[in-house]
């Protein structure tokens, strides 16, 4: 009688346990719109650092955890700043070239003289 | 749409991406340890799952804005 129950108990567990964390998932925002997937995400990181502040302190490695570096580095700022560069840069060139050609032009015409 | 707003928009896709590609990676472990034997197709199918969705959700975030929705044409 117990073996034949056994494997329906384990089954009943995996899928309790599978359909938990579904609806965990699904409750919590997670699966939903943009906006509920980026408040579970903004949450997440304010929970992480408190949560990770406990466990070092239960585990004695408060005296161990290295502070984050700030890197002031905007990669959206570097972005535009080089897409201007190259613009201005593209608009100036035929005028430089000009510049340049007729400099070369004349520093020929100098030493052939 | 202003150019403040797309970018809200793009920030919240990708944050969108990584929540869900994140949530099938975790539930894709789940159902692989649980039901599958530890194999690697579920979790790769439950990760393009949540890709998907984030992409499904992107798309639709941003036609929003060249829609008529229907509570402005109830107002005109």
Known sequence: ?113 | MSEKELGKKWDRCLADGITKLGTGLGLGIVFSVLFFKRRTWPITLFSGAGLGMAYSNCQNDLRSHYLLHRKKKQEQ
């Open chain 1, 1 to 113: 009688m117990a073996a034949r129950i056994w494997p329906l108990v384990k089954l009943a567990t995996k899928v309790t346990i599978a359909g938990g964390a579904v609806y965990v998932a699904c409750d919590s925002g997670l699966l939903g719109s943009s906006e509920q997937g980026s408040e579970a995400l903004e949450k997440a990181k304010a929970a992480v650092p408190p949560a990770l502040e406990e466990w070092m302190k239960y585990f004695g490695l408060e005296a161990q955890r290295p502070t984050m570096p700030r890197i002031e580095f905007s990669p959206v700022n570097s972005w535009n700043a080089g897409v201007r560069w190259t613009i201005s840069s593209l608009s100036d060139a035929p005028t430089r070239v000009s510049e340049y050609t007729s400099q070369g032009l004349q520093y020929i015409k100098d030493l052939v003289k």
